[in-house]
């Protein structure tokens, strides 16, 4: 391998080590400082409507506790089982008397649904996309070699790769000896 | 010598490779549910009815058993819901292309006063003619509406405008063996349907 060639090669790998690193220190820092409702894996999330509730919202009493906003990561399943003798809706799922009904969140969304449990008749369902090892490592990965080329011409411009300093250097050595 | 080591290397490197993809594929093939809509468990018997289709003719929804029904509820005078759904409608049947065939879309008024056979030809026509859009009168409508959960509220309207109806907007799939099994809301991505109907259409097939 010629002296210049070496040369690149070694100044690549180390300046891939520090893209590396450097990317994966903002990427967590700011992961850790932004960190949200979206931080964690999809998974399944059930939820029961009891018997009785549209009796019991008939009757002016508590709807079950459902939170006003819901927030899902793209690949959970929101899975309502309706234990009530009536068909209720769940923001976009519609559940009839006895059945459960699942939905898998595909997409990025933010939307308002109506809602038979809520006195506002309305619900908020917002789905992002899950930020999980993967992910964080998929940005590391698409960030870096960026990086590397901006870090690479930049050492360049400071610090120029000369053809045969190498050798020049190796000969001075050979005639002091 | 170096060669072999070169060549040697590269099988290992090829190797190690095609396992890492395999392996990559595998895990996002895991576990991963097959239909896209809100899926009914267990599936539901579809509340079967007799109304009249856009041309005069009775349309039991029974008869239709062997193809897939896509319902919809809605009028024609609608401004914004009902032609939109009906738009999608066309773009899955456009995207399913010879495999439409095995699918039904249905049109159901929630406004029998207003949706004549004649205003529902029209208004169905305009969209696709293969499109079935049905009225009745309000006694024979009622128990529909009931039994698939749609909400309707009429508004008169204002200085000789025309009636307005604030309605449910869900959208219902109905399979060969007239069992309720999907739901989706309004909005729903179109290619997520068509994907839906594809499998379905397969698995009804095979």
């Avoid at chain 1, 009796?55 to 399943?77: T, Y």
């Avoid at chain 1, 799922?93 to 309305?122: D, E």
């Avoid at chain 2, 018997?45 to 058993?65: C, I, K, M, V």
């Avoid at chain 2, 009931?146 to 307005?164: C, R």
Wanted: glycine share 6%.
């Amino acid at each position: 391998m010629s002296p210049v060639v070496s040369s690149i090669t070694r100044r690549l790998i180390l300046l891939a080590l520090i893209s590396i690193a450097g990317v994966l220190l903002v990427s967590e820092v700011s992961y850790r400082l932004l960190r949200e409702d979206n931080s964690r894996a999809p998974g399944l999330i059930q939820l029961v409507i009891p018997a009785g509730t549209a009796k019991r919202i008939a009757q002016g009493e508590d709807e079950p506790s459902i939170p006003e906003d819901m927030v899902f990561v793209v690949g959970d399943v929101l899975s309502v089982k309706n234990e009530d003798a009536a068909d209720h809706q769940l923001g976009p799922l519609w559940i009839p008397a006895g059945k459960t009904a699942s939905l898998p969140m595909r997409q990025v969304m933010n939307y308002v649904y109506s809602c038979s449990f809520r006195p506002s008749q309305y619900l908020g369902i917002t789905v992002r996309e899950p930020v999980t090892w993967t992910s964080r490592i998929g940005a590391v990965a698409l960030a870096a070699p960026p990086t590397l080329v901006f870090l690479f011409v930049y050492s360049l411009v400071a610090r120029p790769i000369k053809p045969g300093r190498r050798s020049v250097r190796a000969a001075d050595r050979g005639e002091a000896a | 010598m170096n060669q072999m080591r070169i060549g040697r290397l590269l099988t290992f490197g090829s190797i190690v490779f095609f396992v890492l993809v395999l392996a990559i594929g595998l895990w996002l093939s895991r576990d991963d549910p097959k239909l896209n809509g809100s899926q009914i468990n267990p599936a539901s018997e579809a509340y079967d009815f007799r109304l009249t289709d856009q041309n005069g003719f009775p349309y039991q929804l029974s008869d239709h058993r062997g193809k897939l029904v896509v319902l919809f509820f809605g009028y024609t005078h609608c401004p914004d819901v009902c032609p939109m759904t009906l738009a999608q409608f066309r773009d899955i049947k456009d995207s399913l292309g010879q495999e439409s065939d095995q699918v039904e879309f249905v049109f159901v008024t929630v406004d029998p006063e207003q949706d004549s056979v004649n205003r529902m030809k029209e208004y169905v026509d305009s969209f696709d003619p293969k499109f079935f859009g049905l009225t009745g009168t309000s006694p024979e409508l009622e128990p529909v509406w009931k039994n698939y959960g749609v909400y309707l509220e009429k508004h008169p309207g204002e200085n000789g405008s025309v009636d307005t109806v604030d309605h449910s907007t869900r959208t219902y799939l109905i399979d060969p063996r007239g069992k309720l099994i999907l739901t989706y809301p309004f909005g729903f991505d179109t290619d997520l349907m068509v994907q839906d109907l594809q499998y379905l259409i397969t698995s009804s097939n095979s």
